[in-house]
């Protein structure tokens, strides 16, 4: 079991509202991850950090933006949520170089009204 | 482009039977093929991983296997149990980036029946 973490599990929000999803692991990974997932879909990659003051956009365009000032901890943040935000996030992590495995954390399942 | 597809989609088994999921990809350059298994409302979590010179990979029940050539991968899950039910996916990663890019597969949804 991996040591990555996310809360919330689930959360329900009105439109409008500014909201963080937390992630952090405890494996001393350089690389963080966050994806997109919707239900029946691939994972797509929204964010993604190198390392401490590190963080770049992923492939999939999202109104979210995250920041890495400590190495265990990724968040992600929602300005104003929207009901097309309506997805499960997922946080992952990796240790830098090779073919080391991404590990995941257990999601976040956000709903919008 | 690169993609990796997968089929079935959906797979329905009874309890104790095999079954084999199969996975085709485009991405190139090659690095390596993982499997993960996502249970419901949870994180993937890695079952198997193949480079480019494996050509099959076992983890249990679970057995992997990689045709590079033909660019083809199949998961084989032998004795199924109730346990096994949830989303398989497949990911392929590339080697032409320092962030080791990867490319999933929407998954193939099984369910094992008592």
């Known amino acids: 079991e991996a040591d990555i973490y996310q809360t919330p599990r689930y959360l329900v929000i009105g439109t409008g509202k500014k909201i963080t999803l937390e992630c952090s692991q405890t494996?001393?990974?350089?690389?963080m991850y966050w994806y997109q997932q919707d239900p029946g879909m691939e994972l797509h990659l929204i964010h993604y950090?190198?390392?401490?003051?590190?963080?770049e956009k992923g492939d999939l365009s999202s109104e979210s933006t995250v920041s890495r000032i400590r190495t265990e901890h990724f968040p992600l943040t929602l300005e104003s949520a929207r009901p097309s935000h309506t997805s499960q996030y997922l946080c992952?992590?990796?240790?830098?170089?090779?073919?080391?495995?991404?590990?995941f954390g257990p999601g976040t399942r956000l709903t919008v009204l | 482009k690169n993609q990796v597809e997968q089929s079935p989609q959906s797979l329905i088994i009874l309890e104790g039977k095999n079954c084999t999921l199969q996975?085709?990809?485009?991405?190139?350059?090659?690095?390596?093929l993982r499997w993960y298994k996502q249970d419901t409302g949870r994180g993937p979590v890695s079952l198997t991983i193949?480079?480019?010179?494996?050509n099959t990979k076992s983890n249990g029940r679970y057995t992997a296997t990689l045709d590079a050539d033909t660019k083809q991968s199949s998961l084989h899950i032998t004795a199924s149990q109730l346990s096994d039910s949830a989303s398989y996916i497949c990911?392929?990663?590339?080697?032409?980036?320092?962030?080791?890019?990867?490319?999933f597969g929407r998954g193939t949804q099984l369910t094992v029946w008592p």
């Open positions: 193949m480079t480019f010179s494996e």
């Open positions: 950090s190198y390392g401490v003051n590190s963080t």
């Open positions: 992952a992590s990796k240790v830098q170089g090779g073919t080391d495995t991404q590990y």
């Open positions: 494996m001393g990974h350089d690389k």
């Open positions: 990911v392929v990663s590339d080697r032409g980036s320092t962030l080791g890019r990867l490319y």
């Open positions: 996975c085709n990809y485009t991405v190139s350059p090659f690095s390596n």
